[in-house]
DNA sequence: AGGTGAGAACGAACACTGTTCGTTACGATC
DNA sequence: GATCGTAACGAACAGTGTTCGTTCTCACCT
């Protein structure tokens, strides 16, 4: 018994109050050093000092506080005032992606949230002024900020699931070698491309790939006819 | 003590051995009637009249179960032997991506697992196929399979969530009359564009707007410059 | 000043989870 | 028929998210 001792925290002088800005904060703390799997309702509790039982004051559930975290990390996207529409959608989609992406898991987690947060919206918002710029009529415009959002998610999420697995101790090359390997191993009579290709299937850094598919995108949305008419 | 008598299972009669397959097929039926959140070792062992330990003798962990399920459920991928380019990518990708949507909950595992599996690598065969009779260098439709296939998972996972919310009592309508309020109840001087456009965001079907952002990717492959010269 | 009530904070508990351990039981081999 | 590798198993461990009932605090009102 001498070493507990549990004073009551509540004596402690000036602990600082929760709330669920705090609670978002830490959780994206927690996250972006620890990753997923430790973002524990405990565990963002021992960081503030306290019982998981007092975050639900403030949160929901660990569901609503990893929303909240979501939309939190999009309030780091960046806004450029100049260029030409092409360069405004990539500098913003590149720093939406860059946001998911530090905190590790949060992409996942994004795909299922729902565009209806407050920052979400702003990205939205801007995506769409640009693309409205490029000529193209609002409906197009409006489906195609849903399109590049999607590819923005689906990138952080494939990018993060990637760092992990270099934090796993598989180091890229590693990771690279197997796969060849694993294609050099299917049958040549039934995987006949994958196997004659395989260098080229493997080729070239995970950003050049990211921004040629961006550039895929936008090209085939200023190309699409307008949604509705005859595709 | 009247009760348990825990009669070694043993003792019964033919009792079907145990086999990767039949868990796999197993987790795919617990998963496409429950869910995601139901699929536990103890849910599978049980459906098997087993426990939970029983499984490890040839699943490595439950994330090892998640990949062979996400390739078994690839196995229901139907590849068309006539018909345009296009319309075969279209074909292939639409039954993968219902393939991944009929077990909920699959796409977003099948997001992290690398293209490295049988099933996988046949899609992905028969994409690059498609996709080379549309004239593409090798390396664009390398690059394109990849893009289309990122395509593929997201739009399952997304529209995994979006029935998971349908089941969990919000009906569609409801769903997007919730949306359509958030946006009405934005600040219209922040927001100006959402506010403005938000019937036109919010219109069209689920498959209506997945056809068109394929067809905007497609057209978006076959008119990218090869990747690695100037962008 | 003294009392009071709303609500934040909390500890303990519940019903689970994935996974491991040591032991039992079986089926093919010698 | 004895043996032995290994599949199958029950129990346990260290966690998880969440809820319950209680304690404490502090701004407000008499």
Redesign the interface.
Known sequence: MTESTPVSRRARPAKAPLSRETIVAVGLRVLESEGMSALTMRRVARELDTGAASLYVYVDNRDDLLVAMVDSALAAVVYPTSGTWQEKVIAIVESQVAALTRHRGLA?AS??A???S?NA??V??HL??AL?ESGVD??T???????IG??A???A??QT?YDERAANGLVEVDYLQ??DE??GS?DPA?????HS?RE??L??SGD??A???L???????V??PV??DA?
Not at 215 to 221: D, F, K, T
Request: aromatic letters at 10%; zero cysteines.
């Open positions: 996942v795909m299922g729902i565009p209806a407050p919206s702003l939205g918002e769409v002024a409205l609002k409906l415009a409006a489906w195609g900020v849903d399109l999607l590819w998610s689906a990138t999420a494939e699931i197997r796969i694993f294609y299917l039934v995987y006949p491309l994958i290709m080229v299937m080729g070239g050049e790939r921004a040629w598919g550039n895929v995108i936008l090209n085939g949305i190309a699409a949604p509705g595709i």
